[in-house]
């Protein structure tokens, strides 16, 4: 149906992730999805207070293709492997320089790295999901083994890339991508070191060391290389996290789609904008021609008239337009989002919208949902909650996704959303308070937390009349998100 992730993305900003899949045998895929957001009114977040074009504000969205899903283990090795693909590609320009060449080869390394990389994240995961000693260690070692074979496999290619007969930028291009996977790669180990760390694995002792030892000498291979990204403890590592986040960005350009996104009805909001001028000029002129009749001189009496049926057409042009502002969104989204692939062809279609709507016009499902939690009823029973709806409507054209990258399988596009939830910290109280417990012969002092919670409850819809409603409650304070519950 739809993936989906919430997560923290920083102190700040929570990130919603939706992948939406598109199918074969279908010509159009179209996907729905409708975010309700439940704010305590407390936190002076709501309709005359936060507009549309805050919001929009603060939020930060990204469209690109879901990355191929490949296995470690077969990223190297057959003829049609990512890692063969990339050597032929370098082949070819090494053959002979020319744009489409070059175009490949950069296309190839930057996939390469991409598939890589989701590779080591979705195995990774798989290993942290194993309940038995046995499957630990068997898909450990497996995943050790099978990340450093790639890895050397890659650097294997440096000799074939370094010659005189291509210009330095593609060799620059290679060293990129090499310290790209060599920070990935130690990334991982760490996470693995840490899952090693809660398992309680009889030999997780001798499977750290081992990580530590090679996670050193992947550092050690970076400072022989002359990577600036090496990490010292006498130093705030500025570099480190500049470089890694922009190879970051190199490499996932690979899989971003063109947008073209504007104002839906703006075409039709205009037409009715002079339509409303009109009748309120029309009125106007009928006054003055039905007085002139009456005022055979231009009289201070006539003139008057005429002011002040110039202020009734101005305040009549003002009321229809807000009118037809109020009631077009009611038809039309805020903004439409055309998506291309890389080679300019249109392959979907996104439609959203955001308004602030009353409790009776949330739909009983959504407000069943909520209701579930007793606690925050009675936590909001004097203030209440302002609602937000953000809605999606995404429509996808299937037998496009063929002509994005034809020797790969794609199946979604990946919608990224980040939300700043700085507007909604301004009016919180402290985020510590004093809590005392008696002990033997006094009080004793402790800090507890102020908290506040926001509820997300999202329904996703399927053209075909699925349809799915998951939970998330946002636990934060004044100084940012704490952590985000599934409910």
């Not at 990204?62 to 296995?71: A, E, G």
């Amino acid at each position: 149906m739809i993936e989906e992730t919430v997560k923290i993305h920083d102190k700040f900003q929570f990130e919603l992730k939706f992948t939406y899949q598109f199918k074969e045998n279908l010509h159009k895929k179209k996907y729905s999805v409708d975010t309700y957001i439940f704010i305590p009114k407390s936190l002076g977040v709501g309709p005359g207070y936060y507009s549309k074009s805050d919001f929009y504000h603060d939020i930060q969205s990204y469209i690109r293709l879901k990355t191929p899903v490949i296995l470690l283990k077969n990223i190297s090795g057959d003829i049609n492997s990512p890692m063969a693909k990339l050597k032929r590609s370098i082949e070819r320009l090494v053959s002979g320089l020319d744009d489409k060449k070059s175009s490949d080869y950069i296309y190839r390394l930057k996939m390469f790295c991409s598939i890589f990389r989701s590779a080591l994240r979705d195995e990774m995961s798989f290993v942290s999901k194993q309940q038995t000693n046995k499957d630990i260690e068997f898909h450990l070692r497996s995943y050790l083994e099978n990340s450093l074979k790639v890895l050397e496999e890659f650097r294997e290619l440096r000799n074939l890339v370094n010659v005189s007969t291509i210009p330095d930028k593609y060799f620059l291009m290679y060293l990129y991508a090499d310290e790209y996977l060599s920070l990935q790669i130690n990334e991982y180990r760490h996470e693995l070191y840490e899952f090693l760390v809660r398992s309680g694995h009889k030999k997780a002792d001798d499977y750290m060391e081992n990580i530590l030892k090679i996670a050193k000498e992947e550092i050690t291979s970076r400072k022989n290389a002359g990577y600036p990204s090496i990490p010292t403890d006498n130093s705030d590592n500025e570099m480190i996290i500049y470089r890694r986040n922009a190879l970051k960005k190199f490499v996932g350009s690979v899989l971003f789609l063109g947008i073209k996104t504007a104002r839906e009805g703006i075409v039709i909001e205009q037409m009715l904008f002079g339509l409303s001028a009109a009748i309120a000029m029309a009125f106007a002129t009928g006054v003055a021609f039905y007085y002139r009749k009456s005022f055979q001189d231009l009289t201070m009496t006539f003139f008057m008239i005429l002011v002040v049926s110039y202020i009734f057409k101005d305040r009549m042009k003002e009321l229809l337009r807000n009118y037809i502002s109020v009631n077009l969104q009611k038809y039309f989204f805020d903004h439409k989002t055309k998506i291309y692939s890389n080679s300019g062809h249109r392959i979907g279609i996104l439609r959203e919208n955001f308004s602030f709507i009353k409790n009776n016009s949330i739909p009983k499902q959504i407000v069943d949902v909520r209701r579930k939690d007793f606690m925050a009823g009675v936590d909001e029973a004097l203030f209440g909650e302002n609602v937000m709806l953000y809605k999606k409507q995404i429509l996808l054209f299937s037998d496009k996704f063929k002509t994005v990258f034809p020797d790969f399988q794609i199946n979604g596009i990946n919608d990224i959303i980040r939300m700043d939830i700085s507007s909604f910290l301004g009016k919180m109280d402290n985020p510590e308070e004093d809590v005392f417990i008696p002990k033997k012969s006094e009080y004793h002092r402790i800090i507890g937390s102020r908290v506040y919670h926001i509820n997300l409850i999202i329904k996703y819809s399927i053209d075909d009349g699925t349809s799915l409603i998951n939970r998330f409650r946002l636990i934060l304070n004044r100084n940012g998100i704490k952590r985000i519950e599934e409910a």
